[in-house]
């Protein structure tokens, strides 16, 4: 297994959680620092569950932040026909049994368990019974034979070594008794099959770990390295569950944080590399290793996902921020009019500010949209007399005006606090709330360059100004 080969093997009965997202970008970057592969395995199995549009889903969110694997996807339920050959090839090796307890007879180990308040673990009874003593009427499960005496280490390349006693890893079952196979004995002749060289997954697989090594030492395979990355947690230091808000993909995408942004965010949940915060794509991949991995589980932070987004928005060059914009209001909100597209563009430089998402952007900019300006109730209760007669002054000195600058409005400006004895917010906000509808809004001169000289001239003159 010279190659570096990793793989993600999501099952496709729901949305893809950022929980999965991390694991794959962990496991691709491990791929591209080593120039090794990186596939996708869709464990489709559970028939009932597994659903296209959550296939498609996954697909999607791994291209939308920038994940891209190797050739097809792997699927699953092709292969079950070599997953039910190597349970028999167990069988025959003697390192599996089957096992005739009824349903009823589990249940009842497991109540007795419960009672104990021990863990359950399958009592063997059939582990070494003939097959003569077998009942008729049952269908057997065959389980594979697990090591009794003694101790297991997995020397894991982000949690160390993990020792495991034996006799704690039960007989698990590897083919049930309608014949479909488990996920341990499927998901370990995948990994043969796929010659991969790391598994690199969170470490809620750790016990699965240990079962599947004993199938790849009785199939005498080589067997690949692992590494078991801390959980994601809620806030509150809770396990992230795909029913918690804000856990897939697509609840970033729809607010407006761009994939750049989360995929860096994702990056250094958890892994760290000197004292760097901000990735490119290329740096990501020069300096991944599993070894700046923690050991304990991260918590997913809001805030920090909408600073990093607000970093980005601010230092990514502006045609690459617009098209994104673009894209993110075709998918998400109302498409932007091709006519206004150049005035928006012109005017990100003051329409990013402060905007941490590109939401923020779209509900800044919607003063530029508007054919006719849609007043706040409360704020156009402000447009009194006086207010008045700064819009119309200003009118008659704007009509005068060739080209608007800040260079060309700031006299005028001033001319008018001076001619109606007031200060700039007695000139700006009534300016503002007739151009824009809003009290609050970008600076005033922001505004009037972005609307134009001929917008801002038929806003001014708004019937319900007077």
């Not at 490119?280 to 070894?291: G, M």
């Not at 400006?413 to 007695?426: A, Y």
């Amino acid at each position: 297994m010279s190659k570096v080969a990793t793989r993600f093997a999501p099952s496709p009965t729901g949305p893809l959680h950022i929980g999965g997202v991390r694991t794959a970008l962990f496991n691709w970057l491990y791929s591209k620092n080593q120039n090794g592969s990186f596939f996708l395995r869709i464990e489709d199995t559970d028939k009932e569950r597994s659903k296209e549009e959550y296939r498609k889903q996954i697909i999607n969110s791994l291209g939308w932040i920038g994940i891209n694997f190797d050739g097809e996807e792997y699927v699953q339920s092709k292969k079950i026909d070599d997953h039910i050959k190597v349970a028999h090839e167990l069988l025959d090796k003697g390192s599996a049994y089957k096992c005739y307890c009824s349903s009823e007879e589990i249940e009842e180990q497991k109540k007795r368990a419960k009672q104990k308040k021990i863990p359950y673990i399958y009592n063997r009874k059939w582990r070494d019974k003939k097959e003569t003593d077998a009942p008729k009427d049952i269908k057997p499960v065959i389980r594979f034979k697990s090591k009794i005496d003694g101790t297991s280490i997995l020397k894991d390349l982000v949690q160390g070594d993990v020792e495991i006693e034996n006799n704690t890893i039960e007989d698990f079952v590897i083919l049930r008794n309608d014949g479909t196979p488990t996920y341990n004995l499927s998901a370990a002749v995948d990994d043969h099959q796929m010659n991969m060289s790391h598994i690199i997954r969170g470490d809620d697989h750790k016990i699965n770990t240990f079962k599947q090594i004993q199938i790849y030492q009785a199939m005498n395979w080589e067997i690949p390295s692992f590494a078991h990355i801390p959980l994601i947690h809620t806030i509150d230091g809770k396990k992230l569950s795909k029913r918690d808000k804000a856990s897939t993909l697509d609840d970033y995408s729809k607010i407006g944080i761009m994939p750049d942004a989360l995929r860096n965010y994702l990056l250094r949940l958890g892994w760290s590399y000197q004292d760097k915060e901000i990735f490119t794509l290329d740096e990501s991949i020069k300096h991944f290793n599993l070894k700046g991995i923690g050991k304990s589980p991260s918590k997913l932070d809001m805030g920090r996902i909408l600073s990093m987004n607000e970093h980005y928005i601010k230092n990514i060059d502006e045609n690459d921020l617009f098209n994104q914009l673009n894209q993110y209001c075709k998918l998400h909100k109302s498409e932007i009019k091709s006519d206004k597209k150049d005035n928006i563009k012109k005017s990100l430089t003051f329409l990013k500010n402060k905007a941490k998402t590109l939401e923020d952007i779209f509900n800044n900019f919607q003063y530029i949209m508007v054919d006719e300006v849609n007043f706040n109730q409360d704020d156009i209760k402000l447009i009194d007399d006086k207010a008045r007669k700064v819009i119309s002054d200003f009118s008659i000195k704007l009509s005068d005006v060739d080209k608007l600058s800040r260079e060309t409005l700031e006299p005028i400006v001033n001319e008018l606090i001076k001619s109606n004895d007031t200060n700039f917010k007695g000139v700006g906000q009534p300016l503002r709330i007739a151009l824009t509808g809003s009290k609050f809004g970008p600076g005033i001169y922001d505004i009037i360059i972005s609307l134009g000289k001929e917008e801002v001239l038929k806003r001014l003159t708004n019937k319900k100004l007077s």
